[in-house]
């Protein structure tokens, strides 16, 4: 950095995306009659003013008329303004709290809605120069202060002039009013901001225009850079907001898509990408693994990790993790409910009322007590079901391949047709292992009683779908609750058909089983800290397909991270040419598994390009990482 240079940041539409008068125009007039139209003419004055075709005091006096502001306002809008961080601005946090000293914020916007969104970057308060409101005894804003610089025409100039900066100053913004102070003299650069909007008169007048914070320390020839030039993170399949936020606070550039995506979109999409998040409904096949050339990463942000070939994955040194327990619960909470529903024939009942069918009756009507619950698959799910079946009276009687505790009372059977037989109600749970293709089938469904409920909230390929509709109008089974279905949608609010809607006794879900906020609020945080633990730091707990290690925080200089095949003799090798290019061994970690060998070594000193090589050289290596501190 050029010595004594002080950074001038303009706030709306700079600092954050938006306009912050605009947000909070939107929550104070949300039941307002005149909603639209006045959002309208705040727009239309703040895009006048920011072009420089409209006096400022003018335009902020214009502005507030149009509004009806309390306390309450404020604290909706600062929430919202806190998501609304521009993304530059939010991976170079660093910039910000490094040169501190040297950086102010200046702003037409108010004091109550800039500082809580600026400070966590560390600027001082006494660099923080914005407008404020002024209050009635109940909280409700009465007006602001005419008396304040910023809120007179050539504010910023006024104010720029009244901080007397002996250093060179920058002006970056997006705004003519920031071009002002380059100007009147005040300012030797001024830098037009154009990442979340570009005024051509703005831009042409500019020294330079940037399109990202990054474009700073380049045009300002500052050797400060990002910390490292970001990792990109694609996330598909509408996972949680929490998510997208983590990474960005984290320095990762985010994309985030609401569907799931087609294998030609998601090779295209892939090239750029280290971290690539997905749910259930995105095949990622070995062709797809084998072009992503920089993904490092890839996060099951559900249980079900059968859409990803993990065989590709582990071949070409990519960490594969899933959340197994986050969603566990919303699915049992589902079988419950649909168990008790379909046992009182409620579904057909209230599809009949639906149509305006008064149908009271209890024939056939039953009470779950005493029923006995047959689940195939006593895992995370079917064990927890369990628990919960009894505690309502049922039975429980269960098959697994694996040797299973059984919980409570219930009772392990040796074959699945035991519980085929003696249930009134079966409910699968089993994994999406190949294997399980069709384990429920026509002979499955004979060996059932009368009467029999049936539950699919596990994978659509378990279970036979043909036999399943054959059964359903045999009459043979009383009804069923399916939440996976062949050829799911790759988007939320698709049109889909079954053979299964023809029936009336049945409950069918989209595949929800998970969809519980709580659920997608957990699931994303715990995928996303063990993602970015593993990108970051190396550590792999939670990895489905990499050997589990819990690493202490980087403490030198650098960390290198060896992905073999396992076979023996490997670590030997990577020891060998450590002690050969004279680098000192502070830490070293291993752990294999049947396919991978993981070696994380940190040393005293910067790996050179050598020595990189030679241990990208050594046979069965998959991939070599290094981890700067
Ligand atoms: N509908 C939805 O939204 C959701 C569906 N799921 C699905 O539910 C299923 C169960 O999930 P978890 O309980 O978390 O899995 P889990 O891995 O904890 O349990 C699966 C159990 O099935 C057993 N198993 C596998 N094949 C079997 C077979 N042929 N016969 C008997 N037992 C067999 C395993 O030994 C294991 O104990 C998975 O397929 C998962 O993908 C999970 C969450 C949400
Ligand atoms: O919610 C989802 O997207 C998928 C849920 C699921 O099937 C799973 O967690 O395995």
């Known amino acids: 950095m050029q010595r004594n240079t002080t950074f001038l940041f303009d706030f709306d539409s700079t600092f954050i995306q938006v306009e912050s008068l605009e947000i909070l125009a939107e929550i104070a007039l949300a039941n307002h009659p005149e909603k639209a139209e006045r959002l309208q003419a705040i727009q239309s004055i703040t895009e006048q003013a920011m072009e420089g075709r409209y006096s400022y ?14 306390q309450s306002h404020l604290t909706q809008a600062i929430e919202l303004l806190k998501q609304k961080i ?36 560390g600027i001082k308060r006494e660099n923080v120069h914005a ?89 300002c020839q500052l050797p400060f850079t990002s910390p490292k030039s970001p990792k990109k993170v694609l996330l598909l399949e509408n996972i949680h907001p ?15 898509l609401p569907g799931a995506l087609n ?25 797809i693994i084998e072009g992503a050339e920089k993904l490092e990463a890839l996060g099951a942000f559900c249980i079900g990790t059968n859409q990803i070939d993990i065989n590709k994955a582990c071949e070409q040194g990519i960490a594969v993790f899933n959340a197994p327990f986050s969603n566990t619960r919303s699915v049992v909470e589902l ?25 009271k009756s209890s024939t056939g009507a039953h009470e779950v007590r005493g029923k006995t619950l047959g689940i195939i698959g006593y895992g995370n799910i079917g064990s927890q079901l369990s628990i919960i079946a009894e505690a309502l009276g049922m039975r429980v009687i269960f098959y697994d391949i694996a040797d299973k505790l059984p919980l409570g009372n ?69 009804g069923c609750g399916i939440d996976v279905f062949t050829n799911e949608p790759h988007e939320s609010k698709s049109e889909y058909q079954t053979p299964l809607q023809q029936f009336e006794n049945v409950i069918l879900t989209p595949h929800i089983g998970g969809s519980t906020e709580e659920a997608q609020q957990h699931i994303g945080e715990y995928v996303s800290k063990n993602l970015c633990s593993y990108v970051n730091e190396g550590s792999s707990t939670g990895s489905v397909n990499f050997p589990q290690l819990s690493l202490p925080s980087m403490n030198y200089p650098q960390r290198i991270i060896h992905i073999h095949k396992n076979v023996p ?38 790996c050179d390009d050598k020595l990189l090589q030679q241990l990208q050289a050594i046979p069965h290596t998959i991939k070599v990482r290094v981890l700067d501190k």
């Not at 005091?57 to 309390?70: H, T, V, Y």
């Not at 702003?107 to 600026?118: D, K, R, S, Y």
């Not at 219930?410 to 699968?428: F, G, N, P």
């Not at 002979?443 to 054959?470: C, H, Q, W």
């Open 57 to 70: 005091q003018e335009s902020l006096a214009e502005r507030m008329k149009l509004l009806d502001l309390n």
């Open 86 to 121: 521009t993304p530059s601005i939010l991976r170079n946090r660093a910039f910000f709290q490094t040169h501190a000293d040297n950086i102010h914020v200046i702003t037409g916007a108010f004091i109550e809605l800039v500082w809580p969104v600026v400070s966590p970057f």
């Open 131 to 219: 407008n404020r409101f002024i209050y009635d005894y109940e909280g409700d804003v009465l007006g602001y202060d005419h008396h304040q610089l910023l809120a007179q025409d050539q504010g910023k100039v006024k104010l720029v002039q009244k901080l007397a900066l002996k250093d060179d100053v920058i002006m970056i913004g997006d705004g003519y009013n920031d071009y002002e102070v380059k100007a009147a003299g005040l300012a030797s650069t001024f830098v037009a901001f154009t990442e979340n909007i570009t005024r051509n008169n703005v831009a042409d007048a500019a020294d330079a225009v940037i399109h990202e914070l990054e474009g700073l320390f380049i045009t």
């Open 242 to 256: 929490f998510v997208e936020l983590y990474f960005k606070e984290n320095g990762f550039l985010v994309e985030s």
């Open 263 to 287: 294998a030609k979109e998601l090779h295209s999409k892939l090239h750029d990408v280290s971290i690539l998040g997905i749910r259930s409904k995105t095949e990622v096949t070995a062709n």
């Open 335 to 359: 079988a419950i409910a649909e168990i008790i529903l379909l046992a009182r024939n409620a579904a057909a009942l209230s599809g009949k009322l639906a149509k305006g069918q008064w149908h």
């Open 410 to 478: 219930a009772k392990r059977c040796h074959h699945m047709d035991e519980v085929l037989t003696q249930a009134d109600i079966v409910s699968i749970h089993v994994d999406g292992r190949k294997e399980n293709h069709h384990l429920i089938d026509a002979k499955s469904f004979a060996l059932m009683k009368p009467g029999v409920i049936f539950l699919n909230l596990s994978r659509d390929f378990t279970v036979d779908y043909e036999a399943l509709n054959e059964v359903m109008r045999s009459g043979k089974m009383k």
């Open 569 to 606: 003799g490997i670590l030997a090798q990577i020891n060998r040419l450590f002690a050969e290019s004279g680098s000192n061994i502070e830490g070293q970690f291993l752990k294999t598994n049947q396919e991978i060998g993981y070696v994380i070594t940190d040393i005293n000193r910067q």
